[in-house]
């Protein structure tokens, strides 16, 4: 006689069970993509030193840094990104400061760079990328000066140059200005009339 073996019963699985599993793996290699993200090095450029408002430069102006930037990477000026031959940047970049691609502009611009010759000595604070205004007084007589009248009131300062050697007459300081292609005549005619020009900082708050 033939005992018969009772079935054992079938063990369904909760397909939930699995789709749980799966949201767990994804979450965990979501996690993992978002910190290697964050970890990656980018070949970004900064500058070598100050950049002025206006000034143009080359890719020699800058020097290139390994920083970790994450999601912001694309706002800054990176290997891929730089412009070829000459630029214009368009606001102040101070020395070590990473260039962002938004203060990259036309070469074509509507700011020229001027010589000047400055008596009476430089404001101590006065630097590469200073706003400033210039001020000219005409000579009247010989050793003697009119009242002084704003030439400029939107320059910035690209360069202090060195004097023209020690033993030069001319005493003056020589900078290197960035100002409207408009305010170019009135400057070139206060030089011509062998104006005394002076430099003036204007403060202003950053982005401005």
């Known amino acids: 006689m033939s005992v018969s073996r009772a079935r054992k019963p079938r063990r369904w699985v909760d397909p939930r ?115 400033v205004e210039l001020w000219s007084s005409q000579e009247s007589a010989p050793g003697t000066y009119g009242a002084p009248v704003l030439t400029s009131s939107n320059a910035t300062v690209a360069k202090i140059l060195p004097r023209e050697g020690a033993l030069s007459a001319s005493q003056a300081d020589r900078v290197e200005l960035l100002l409207p292609k408009a305010e170019i005549p009135a400057l070139l005619a206060a030089i011509s009339n062998d104006s005394r020009l002076a430099l003036v900082p204007v403060f202003r708050e950053k982005g401005q």
Not at 45 to 66: K, N
Not at 71 to 92: D, H, I, K, R
Not at 105 to 111: K, N, V
């Open 17 to 131: 069970l699995f789709l749980g599993i799966l949201l767990v793996i994804a979450s965990v290699l979501g996690v993992v993509g978002v910190l290697v993200a964050g970890n990656r090095t980018e070949i970004a450029y900064a500058a070598a030193s100050t950049i002025a408002p206006g000034q143009l430069i080359t890719v020699d102006d800058l020097v290139a840094v390994e920083v970790v930037l994450g999601p912001s990477a694309e706002a800054y000026v990176s290997t891929e990104t730089v412009p070829t031959g000459e630029f214009l940047v368009t606001q102040a970049v101070e020395v070590g400061e990473l260039l962002p691609r938004s203060a990259l502009g036309d070469a074509d611009s509507s700011r020229s760079s001027v010589v000047v010759e400055v008596s009476g000595g430089l404001p101590t604070e006065l630097g590469a990328g200073s706003a």
